[in-house]
């Protein structure tokens, strides 16, 4: 019985948001490192101005 081990390459962007699977498996750690490093080569991120003038309003509230 022959085991075969994959890998997957998990990556958490900031501590308010959940951990993310990028697709794909690999049978190294060393091809599943380079594969993140590639991936974190080629991501996008876009700032945007958020403007309030007016209070936001809460949507929902839990009262215990």
Do not use: H, N
């Not at 091809?31 to 993140?36: E, G, H, L, S």
Request: hydrophobic share 45%.
């Amino acid at each position: 019985m022959c085991v075969v081990k994959l890998y997957a390459v998990w990556v958490k962007i900031d501590v308010s948001l959940p951990w993310i699977e990028l697709e794909g498996t690999y049978q190294t750690k060393g091809k599943a490192r380079k594969a993140a490093e590639d991936f974190l080569k080629t991501v996008k991120v876009k700032i945007v101005k958020v403007g309030v003038k007016q209070p936001l309003k809460a949507v929902a509230t839990i009262k215990r």
